[in-house]
């Protein structure tokens, strides 16, 4: 204890001590704080806005939280001696802006500061979702957001039997599914939710069956019902992500207005005989993101978009579009890699053509220039015809 001791107090005189309230203060000014303790530990209650990363990790995951050497860093543990040391260590690695937060989590509670309990996954999430676990992408930091993610599927259909079946083998651990159709005969060969026991019930009924056997430790709430101008709004609130999986004109549209007033991503995929084409809609996400209303101001007219059941569409092109979109959903909810928003994938299956067009936001969109809920266009509804 004297060696500590003495140690302690020879590092004291090269890295800089803040108290919890100047640490508090610089990370919602947007400095890095690092809660170096164990994870036992974090589990009774960790600041906010810190990046947990256990001490005897911290030399080999810093480059990855750090963009610059002379980034502001504060680290803390329980009691700021384990900080000295990590700060220590930090600045021989070469970060010049490094402080050790004085009183540690001790301090941080007794001057009632913010924090949270943070989510960690159990033996048998550990288990489960191993192969997730090793992508530096994911990690167990990902999964636990994935975990903590509420995705919202509108349509049980073609797109969204893919969507919802690799969203739930995922871990997304909130799952909503909006559909007021009933399973028939015509939709097994391209549904993949549904089974031949499936016909005559309703969709989302069949759906929450086999997704519940599937991965029982995720919650699924269903709509049986169709989406509203009336309860658009209370269904899409609260969902991180919503995927429109629709093939109607009427429920495209309000998604997509709804998404823009609440400012949540809308991931879109369409099917067309061969053809398929995967987007994300999320004008909130920065000043030139489009919305679908963007791209498509208006539906066309009737006699221009014959219905599904008259054109057909290839079974497996759903799934090949619904795998895309819910590859999509999950590296939005991570933050991973790059997205589809102002950008639209265009697939032909026929020909084995992906082509990616880049969409610009209408700057006259009505929708996306709307930035006073209260003035926001009402929402409209359209005649329900398969769109192309």
Request: aromatic content about 8%; hydrophobic content about 40%.
């Amino acid at each position: 204890m004297v060696q500590l001791t003495a140690y302690l107090d020879t590092i004291r005189n090269a890295v800089a001590e803040v108290n919890v309230q100047t640490a508090f203060r610089q990370a919602q000014a947007g400095s890095l704080l690092l809660d170096v303790r164990e994870s036992d530990e974090v589990k009774s209650g960790s600041p906010k806005q810190a990046v947990r990363v256990a001490k005897g990790m911290l030399e080999m995951k810093i480059t990855d939280l750090v963009s610059a050497g002379d980034q502001p860093i504060y680290v803390l543990c329980a009691s700021g001696k384990r900080s000295l040391i990590a700060a220590y260590n930090l600045q021989q690695m070469g970060f010049t802006n490094v402080f050790s937060v004085r009183g540690g989590f001790t301090d941080w509670k007794k001057q009632e500061l913010p924090f949270e309990m943070p989510h960690y996954l159990n033996e048998a999430d550990v288990e489960r979702y191993k192969r997730h676990l090793l992508i530096p992408e994911v990690g167990t930091e990902g999964q636990i957001r994935l975990l903590n993610s509420r995705v919202l599927v509108v349509g049980a259909g073609g797109i969204g039997s893919p969507v919802a079946w690799y969203l739930a083998a995922a871990g997304i651990g909130h799952l909503g599914l909006v559909d007021n159709d009933i399973v028939d005969a015509t939709n097994l060969q391209r549904q993949i939710l549904h089974t031949e026991d499936s016909v005559g019930t309703p969709k989302v009924d069949s759906a929450k069956k086999r997704l519940q056997a599937l991965n029982s430790g995720i919650t699924i709430r269903t709509y049986n019902e169709r989406l509203r101008p009336d309860n658009v709004e209370s269904i899409l609130a609260g969902y991180d992500l919503v995927l429109d999986g629709t093939d109607n004109f009427t429920t495209r549209y309000l998604i997509n207005d709804a998404c823009v007033k609440l400012s949540i991503p809308n991931v879109h995929g369409s099917v067309y005989r061969f053809e398929g084409q995967v987007s994300t809609f999320w004008p909130a996400h920065s000043d030139t993101a489009p919305c679908y209303r963007c791209l498509y101001e208006s539906p066309a007219p009737a006699d221009w978009s014959p219905s599904c059941a008259e054109v057909g569409v290839l079974g497996v092109l759903p799934g090949l579009v619904g795998m895309i979109c819910a590859t999509e959903a999950i590296k939005i909810l991570l933050g991973a890699g790059d997205t589809l928003v102002g950008r639209i994938l265009a697939i032909n299956a026929l020909d084995w053509d992906f082509t990616l067009y880049n969409i610009n936001r209408n700057p006259t969109c009505r929708h996306c220039a709307c930035q006073d809920p209260v003035l926001y266009p009402a929402y409209e509804e359209y005649n329900e015809y398969c769109t192309l």
